[in-house]
């Protein structure tokens, strides 16, 4: 291989001497050009840079235009520049080189991910797929996947960047590129191993460091992380080099050598700020931190934590409305935000430590919300607390979880923050809230009248016997809620003064009942204080003062299993419920085929009431409607009648209340966002307050709670006060007692109330007008 270099090298050098002897300024260019790439592909950059800049001169000076932007990419990979690959870019459209273009926007997206800007780069990326795809250039659709696949790992999207190294993997194969499905296993594996899944991550051979790491064996993982440093210095991978004394840290670091750990981090950091990699930057800075805590210096670590949550907030910042990803990338850098509160509780800032806590929770719905109601950013962190403590409600309890502890803060603008905690005995805030649900028997299999999507095909169904069995041996007191109520409620419960609280849950604990957890206490919650204040904060005019919609049972015959049964019965009260709320409201309801997904996305951008009575998915909330009519396929498929949570987001909502009355509907992801699912939807779309349930819901009960909490909300009650009166007068029927019948249902939100004879005649003068 030496000698085959060698023999390259002379074959360049050579072809330059011809082309300076003849005069031959196009051949001096092409053999400094070629000279580069030998360079570049030998890991020797200065001087593959210092051919490429001899040849863009003479490349320009001849006008070889097609040569000149292939060497500003060149120098672009070179120098990490984005001018370069800007440069490349725009002459490979002049001259209509649609390969080179490809080339270009994938140089451009590889460039913007190593600032952090994460969105910029999968816009290029896609650019570079696309073109890929039309030029028929496979090496360079597969070049494109294995960029798409990197960047979306790095937001914590792993289930999606898996899909795309597969894809990559499958082309490499395909072209018969070795080094590159040798590539496309280390990115699965990577990815992989986020998930957990280090079986599939034994596949990536180059990634056996963090492997051996993640299984426990550090010394074997450090030895492989000094091959990798060796060869990131060898070949001048600066980032490279970075990313790996960061590892090293990591490993020295889970020996307890914290020493040493300390020492490859500050290496590790020097090189990120060096190379202005934002997210290696985060990473150091945060594992400095816990050093220093470990060693005492809380002071130090405090230091490093808020640089860490710093930089992690500049790359999401770059992700401007990409609601999703945001998500995910805070929810794979939660860390630092924890480790910067839990510190400060350790050294006695309670105040500071909820500002912190507050800092980190929901933060996407909170960017949302500020472009809904046109709020200007939130102020810097000191004056956060003290600005949103003026605008809520006079008690307000804000969680936070680490590990198996709970911690309180009880706020009330005459008594200020009161701290408390409480350790969960017996588990976790998952598994506990799991015991709850079992024993109160919420999301059992129940009748078919059941608003839950439960697909259940004949070769899984159960007898109607044995339903009905199930259901009737349940007969549960409130003393079922108790252990969630010891450690949700009592810890505060001196605090508690008059009959209303909000709190704001963390983790596991945003799917529990906390309406049902007191007798005399109405309680709703919200995701953050900063979505409260910025809901409370909106215009007058922001929501709508007139109509309602109301949707009832929606025709689901048509949606059918390959064999032709159908997928979901329909629901007779659910149809009820909707015709006497319509009789109340004066409002004419949209059920059965009417209750299309089109009909309802149009409607409800312009009314201050939205209730909706269907089937919910168990998963994210998400509500099945009547197909739409004008769908091309006989059969119809999912996007004709499911009411997603990107359906509703796109929608920009004046709802003063959005009733839920289906099953699940508030259900979805637990993230570090809080739970995502179809009622976070509502909110984002400018919903001011949401009533959700929580688990699968009876049909008749439902019904008979529902015609209940708008009889309340008729007599100028507020919605928690609705919510509470409908709670208890199913606790006092025979038939409804248990609690997983009334027990469901959470206000999520503002307190609204409603005026119906207002409703009613505002949408009488708007009829009128029009």
Known sequence: MVDRNVDVLEQHMQ??????????????????????????????????????????????????????GRAYGNLGNAYRSLEYHHQHLSIAKEVGDRAAEGRAYGCLGTAYQSLGNFKQAIEYYHQQLSIAKEVGDRAGEGRAYCNLGNAYKSLGNFKQAIEYHHQHL???????????E????????????????????????????????????????IEYHHQDLSIAKEVGDRAGEGRTYCNLGN???????????????RQGLSICKETEDPIGLAIACYHIGLVHEFFGSLSNALNYYRLSIYYFDEVRRLL?????????????????YTALWTALLKNGEVDEALDAAEQGRAQALADILKMQYSVDEKPTMKVTISLVMKDLPSQTVFTALEGNTISFWFLRDDNGINFRQKEIKNGSAKSLMKRTFKQIDAGTVVRCENRSLYRQRNDFSSSREAVEETVQSLSLSVQSLQPLYDVLVSPIADLIQGDDLVFVPDGHFCLAPFSAMSDSVRIRTIPSLTALKLITMAPDDFQSKSEALLVGDPY????????????????????????????????VPLTGKNATKAEVLKRMKSVALIHIAAHGDDGSGEIALAPNPERKSQIPKEEDYMLSLSDVQAVRLQARLVVLSCCHSGQGEVKSEGIVGIARAFLCAGARSVLVSLWAID????????KSFYQHLGDGKSASTALHHAMKSLQETKKYSAIKYWAPFVLIGDDVTFEFGQLEHEKNETMSKT
């Open 15 to 68: 072809e330059l001497r011809v082309a300076r002897k003849e005069g031959d300024r196009e051949g001096e260019g092409l053999a400094y050009f070629n000279l580069g790439n030998y360079f570049q592909a030998v890991a020797h950059f200065k001087q593959a840079i210092t051919n490429y800049t001899k040849a863009l001169a003479i490349f320009k000076k001849v006008g070889f235009r097609a040569e000149e």
């Open 170 to 180: 499958s082309i490499v194969r395909g072209v018969g590129d070795m080094a590159g």
């Open 182 to 221: 040798g590539r496309a296993y280390c990115n699965l594996g990577n990815a992989y191993k986020s998930l957990g899944n280090f079986k599939q991550e034994g596949r990536a051979y180059c990634n056996l460091g963090n492997a051996y790491q993640s299984l426990g064996n550090f010394k074997q993982a």
């Open 251 to 265: 490993a020295y670091q889970s020996l307890g050598n914290f020493k040493q750990a300390i020492e490859y981090y």
């Open 320 to 336: 401007l409305s990409e609601d999703a990803w945001k998500i995910s990338f805070r929810d794979t850098k939660g860390v630092a």
């Open 556 to 587: 689901l015959r048509e949606v059918t299993y390959g064999t032709g049964e159908p997928m979901y019965g329909q629901l007779p009260c659910a149809k009820k419920e909707a015709d006497i709320i319509g009789e109340l409201l004066q409002t």
């Open 699 to 706: 049909d008749e009960a439902t019904f008979m709670f529902m």
